[in-house]
């Protein structure tokens, strides 16, 4: 896996993506995978992007 990159899951955004899973940080959900997805949901209004792991992941990492 890549170290770091601009549009694809790096180790840092999977790294976080499976700790947002732990009880004690989020407890977070595989609802859909990638970033991309992740946005195009929270755009959408979707309820269960607060409890999803690339979109927890996205925030922590790739904020814009």
């Keep these: 896996m890549r ?4 549009r694809f899951d790096s180790q840092l955004l999977t790294l976080v993506h499976e700790i947002s899973h732990f009880s004690d940080v989020f407890s ?7 970033t991309h997805n992740a946005k195009d949901r929270a755009e959408a209004k979707d309820t ?9 992941a996205g925030y922590v990492v790739c904020s814009e």
């Design 28 to 34: 977070s959900r595989d609802h859909w995978y990638s």
């Design 48 to 56: 269960r992007t607060t409890e999803n792991a690339d979109n927890i």
């Design 3 to 6: 170290a770091r990159h601009l």
